[in-house]
């Protein structure tokens, strides 16, 4: 049982690269999300998608945009990569309200 | 406005110890929940408890529990008897309002905790 996977779990950029960041989960929750990570910072939620069709912004869209797939997948994408965009990169789901989101093993990016 | 405090950057605890960690946060809505998740080193997000708004008691998962003062809005993650694999970053995190059909989880900065042999 994988629950959610994340794919690449590191990547080096040179600033200007676009890259997807890919997610899947495998328990058939709703609801989606992309968080970014930086130090002293705590996860601030990027993007997320309630359900297969949606997708909305979180506190820290600017620079990203996704796609959610299908039900299972929900990628991130960055056009143009900057070093501000370094950061572990977390893609979670989550099924109902009052349930724990699940978490991917994290993507490490590093923008040169 | 920061809707989730966890007002101790760092703390320490000697093993076989609890040890609180704090969080408040800030909503006006009456329904809402609160999360608190275990980071260790090597990064995962490991879920540890939930409390919701409405419930009556104090939730409780082995070594967890939850000081939840819903008056104080403060929700606070007890560790009874430390381990040294308890020692990771702690987070605290809500769940937001309903709207757009979702229900985001908003984190709060994190605790490191150590716990000292």
């Known amino acids: 049982n994988a629950g959610v996977t994340q794919t690449p779990k590191f990547q080096v950029l040179k600033t200007g690269q676009s890259m997807t960041l890919q997610c899947a989960q495998d328990?058939?929750?709703?609801?989606m999300y992309w968080y970014r990570q930086d130090p002293g910072m705590g996860l601030r939620l990027i993007y997320y998608s309630a359900s297969e069709g949606t997708t909305d912004k979180g506190e820290v869209p600017n620079g990203y945009n996704v796609s959610r797939l299908n039900k299972r997948e929900f990628s991130l994408r960055l056009e143009s990569a900057a070093p501000s965009q370094t950061s572990v990169y977390f893609c979670a789901a989550r099924q109902g309200k009052d349930t724990e989101a699940f978490f991917g093993q994290g993507t490490r990016l590093t923008v040169v | 406005a920061q809707k989730i405090t966890q007002t101790q950057p760092g703390m320490f605890v000697q093993e076989k110890e609890a040890v609180t960690l704090d969080c408040t946060y800030d909503t006006s809505d009456p329904s809402y929940g609160l999360f608190w998740y275990k980071q260790p080193s090597s990064g995962e997000m490991i879920f540890l408890i939930y409390q919701g708004s409405y419930d009556q008691q104090n939730a409780t998962e082995g070594r967890y529990s939850l000081n939840f003062q819903k008056a104080r809005k403060s929700a606070n993650l007890v560790i009874s008897a430390s381990q040294l694999g308890d020692s990771a970053m702690y987070f605290c995190a809500m769940r937001e309002p309903p709207g757009a059909g979702s229900y985001q989880l908003t984190f709060g900065k994190g605790t490191k905790l150590s716990v000292i042999p």
């Open positions: 328990m058939n929750h709703n609801s």
